[in-house]
């Protein structure tokens, strides 16, 4: 068995460090959600709230982007949380390597998972399978220490500037190409192509169903067709 | 736009929800592993969710009163292509933008 090593100070900068590029993504889509939310008639209690109580930009925008179109909630909120489900499988991936720690620690952890906190670690615990327990935590809340403040400040900024910005900016469209812009790199096969291509067709043919329902159809058969094209790709692979 | 208890309700439920779906294996199931079925279905919730949300907004955008709009399509492609090519989330924000306002200035 190879030795553990035992240096959590140095695991949590380590983490720090490695998370500090992330913040140039961090602060614009808070800044972002801030101003998109004020104008969507949140005050600043409620989008705070939000930042802080759910701490994940995309399905915050989601619920926003719902809210406006005067969705019902129970809609609003299965497609919002719909978006949050990959948390499951971050939270899956991450159960083997801290699982054994307090339930204190883990309650943390688990507020503080979100899509920078968990592929920096997971990486790195991949990478060095001779950190011990309290190193992995330590470098965990490492990553998550410049980013977690930053998303609560730059929200604020955002909700406080947001009223400042004369319409010419057309920050209107600024919601899209924000999630054009995080789509855009997370397709990184073909089974995300033809995940993508189906939820955009289904739901442009069932724009017309009341309350954004046709959404959470497109999202179910789009998770399907992806699914379905990685089984097809993996066995034609094998065959060849 | 929405009322009060209807904002109230949708930061309490997607704040719960969230935290529980965060929770679930570090907390609650611990070691065991996800059936293969289920991981490949996650795999794909969010590129699922997000174009589908996406493509309305483009093709009949608010701001026009859902008139379909040359600058703002232009600014989806440019913004799509910027992030599929260079993997830069702010690239392609800054791209989607500029190619915007570009063409609404062109175009005035």
Redesign the interface.
Same mark, same amino acid.
């Given at each position: 068995m190879t030795q553990q090593t035992q240096n959590p100070r140095a695991a949590f900068q380590r983490g720090f460090m490695a998370a500090a590029p992330f913040i140039?993504?961090v602060i614009?889509?808070a800044v972002l959600f801030g101003v998109v939310a004020q104008e969507?008639?949140?005050n600043i209690l =409620?989008l705070m @709230?939000?930042s802080v109580?759910?701490?994940?930009g995309?399905? =915050?925008l989601?619920?926003l982007?719902l809210? =406006?179109e005067?969705a019902p909630?129970a809609i609003?909120?299965a497609?919002?949380?719909?978006?949050?489900?990959?948390?499951?499988?971050?939270?899956?991936a991450?159960?083997?390597h801290?699982?054994k720690a307090s339930?204190w620690t883990?309650?943390w952890? @688990?507020?503080f998972?979100v899509d920078q906190s968990f592929a920096i670690s997971i990486q790195e615990y991949e990478d060095r399978p001779e950190m011990g327990l309290p190193e992995k935590i330590a470098f965990f809340f490492g990553t998550i220490t410049p980013i977690a403040p930053l998303w609560y400040g730059a929200t604020l900024a955002g909700a406080l500037l947001g009223s400042q910005i004369p319409p010419e900016? @057309?920050l209107?469209?600024?919601?899209?190409?924000?999630?054009?812009?995080?789509?855009?790199?997370?397709?990184r096969t073909p089974?995300?192509f033809v995940?993508?291509?189906? @939820?955009?067709t289904?739901?442009?043919s069932l724009?017309w169903i009341p309350y954004s329902m046709g959404?959470l159809v497109?999202?179910?058969?789009?998770?399907?067709?992806?699914?379905q094209t990685?089984?097809f790709l993996a066995r034609r692979q094998k065959h060849a | 736009? !929405?009322d009060t208890y209807?904002?109230?309700?949708?930061?309490?439920?997607?704040?719960i929800?969230?935290?529980l779906?965060?929770?679930?294996?570090?907390?609650l199931?611990?070691?065991?592993?996800?059936p293969e079925?289920v991981?490949?279905?996650?795999?794909?919730?969010?590129?699922?969710?997000?174009?589908?949300?996406?493509? !309305?907004?483009?093709?009949?955008? #608010?701001?026009t009163g859902g008139q379909m709009d040359g600058p703002?399509m232009a600014? #989806?492609v440019m913004?799509?292509?910027?992030?599929?090519w260079r993997?830069?989330?702010?690239g392609?924000?800054l791209g989607?933008?500029a190619t915007?306002?570009l063409l609404?200035y062109l175009m005035r």
């Open positions: 140039l993504v614009p889509f969507a008639g949140l =409620q @709230s939000m109580l759910v701490i994940a995309a399905a =915050q989601t619920a982007a809210l =406006q005067q909630t609003i909120l497609t919002a949380l719909a978006v949050n489900l990959r948390m499951a499988m971050y939270s899956a991450l159960a083997p801290i699982g339930l883990r309650l952890v @688990s507020y998972l900016f @057309s209107d469209f600024a919601v899209p190409i924000c999630f054009i812009a995080i789509t855009g790199p997370m397709l089974a995300h995940a993508a291509f189906v @939820s955009v289904v739901a442009l724009a959404l497109a999202a179910v058969l789009a998770m399907i067709a992806g699914a990685e089984v | 736009m !929405p209807q904002i109230w309700t949708v930061i309490v439920g997607l704040a929800g969230t935290y779906i965060r929770f679930s294996f570090i907390g199931i611990g070691d065991r592993e996800l079925w991981l490949r279905h996650l795999r794909y919730t969010a590129v699922a969710v997000l174009p589908g949300l996406i493509a !309305p907004l483009v093709v009949w955008p #608010a701001a703002r600014a #989806a913004a799509f292509v910027i992030g599929l993997k830069s989330v702010i392609a924000v989607g933008m915007l306002y609404q």
